[in-house]
């Protein structure tokens, strides 16, 4: 019965994923009309310049924090710092319904992303509970919950936001977040030592870091978490005018804009658990560099597709793909991370990819002017080739020093 218990762990977490996702995102591709309509601001650039900082905010303090909150779930165990997180987020983003000016979202954006990190916190979980020849699989389904949270979230909101408003949405979602925190608490379970974990000097943070970079992938898997990151998000602002141009009418432009966002997730959400699968049986490395190269492939058609149904079939092709990604990572990372400092190594990766969801956009709105979106597939499509060959490198010369060590 214990043996089975990961997979209890992983269609628990997975639901959770999802829950937690889905609630994150109701909120977002409307936070620039939340502005408008309930905090009466007029001024377009008033209302993005605000937007952009809300949005970022959780970012910014994420990255910050998530090493603190690996290294704690290292001493006390990965399910407390999962409920830390859940029950956190529900109450912070139940307030965000609540606020009257937008330095109040500002500053609870900000707290969201001090507490935030049940996901890394489930990654960590789920990767310390599952046997190591089944973490590939385990780690893409994970995944996939999050993703197929993040493709609903925003129809949700859509759909509630006509009906209800967008105050309640946050009240909605911060209930999701006590659901899945609770279901979390009552059913997940892990075998954590508390008190041998006591008595285990905890390092600092810049020296639990630098034990960490000591190990020779762990450098090379935080850098391509990174850049995945960086690379794919760079095209994201303003893929909606991208679509507009090719589209070349009004005419359904919304609901066109909205698949194109989302097509991606569904070919990732399907691929995610079929590749992590895979990699259990030929080897994670293989499975992160065939899909670093193949999102590369993917990614530079974009610039010169002339309809929107073409641009459909690249970006579902780019989310096959994607899905090998960063579930390979947490499954490298996850093998090369001695067991008492798993957590701490998760924290890192997740500073990683806040840092690249924080900086893509921003780069790529700045490179827009002078190269614009279909230089942006470009660059960011020889930025993943780029990757690849960094990370084939890398994970090489980490084989050949393990193999000079063994002998």
Not at 202 to 227: E, H, N, W, Y
Not at 286 to 315: E, K, N
Not at 357 to 369: D, K, Q, R, T, Y
Not at 374 to 389: K, N, R, V, W
Request: proline share 4%; with cysteine.
């Amino acid at each position: 019965m214990e043996r089975q218990r990961w997979k209890t762990n992983l269609t628990i977490l997975m639901g959770g994923n999802f829950l937690v996702m889905a609630g994150m995102t109701m909120i977002v591709p409307f936070l620039s009309l939340y502005l408008k309509q309930d905090f009466d601001l007029t001024d377009e650039h008033e209302v993005g310049v605000w937007a952009g900082l809300i949005f970022a905010a959780n970012f910014v303090t994420s990255f910050l924090f998530q090493p603190l909150w690996g290294k704690l779930s290292d001493k006390y165990g990965r399910k407390m710092m999962l409920l830390r997180s859940g029950f956190g987020m529900a109450i912070i983003t139940t307030l965000m319904g609540f606020a009257t000016e937008p330095w109040h979202l500002l500053a609870l954006r900000m707290l969201n992303g001090v507490v935030a990190g049940f996901t890394p916190a489930a990654v960590s979980l789920v990767s310390a509970t599952t046997p190591k020849q089944r973490i590939g699989f385990a780690m893409g389904t994970l995944q996939s919950g999050g993703t197929a949270g993040a493709i609903l979230g925003p129809f949700f909101g859509g759909l509630l936001a006509d009906s209800v408003g967008f105050r309640p949405i946050f009240y909605i979602t911060g209930a999701l977040l006590f659901l899945a925190s609770a279901i979390s608490w009552l059913l997940v379970r892990e075998n954590f030592d508390r008190s041998a974990a006591a008595l285990k000097k905890q390092a600092g943070l810049i020296k639990g870091l630098r034990d960490l970079l000591v190990i020779r992938q762990l450098p090379a898997l935080l850098s391509v978490t990174f850049l995945i990151q960086f690379a794919m998000l760079s095209p994201m602002p303003l893929m909606p005018l991208y679509v507009e141009k090719l589209h070349g009418t009004t005419a359904n432009l919304a609901f066109y804009a909205g698949f194109v966002g989302s097509v991606t997730g569904l070919s990732n959400m399907v691929c995610a658990p079929l590749l992590g699968k895979l990699s259990d049986k030929i080897g994670s490395s293989r499975i992160l560099l065939v899909s670093l190269a193949g999102a590369g492939v993917m990614l530079i058609p974009q610039a010169f597709v002339g309809s929107v149904a073409q641009l459909l079939t690249f970006r579902f092709l780019l989310g096959c793909f994607m899905g090998g990604l960063i579930p390979t990572v947490n499954s490298l990372i996850r093998k090369h991370t001695p067991d008492d400092m798993v957590g701490r190594s998760f924290g890192f990766n997740s500073s990683a990819l806040a840092l690249g969801n924080m900086l893509g956009p921003v780069v790529g709105g700045a490179l827009s002017g002078s190269i614009g979106i279909e230089g942006l597939f470009i660059y960011s499509g020889i930025l993943l080739f780029a990757t690849c060959a960094w990370a084939t490198w890398a994970l090489r010369v980490g084989r050949s020093s393990a193999a000079g060590s063994k002998t």
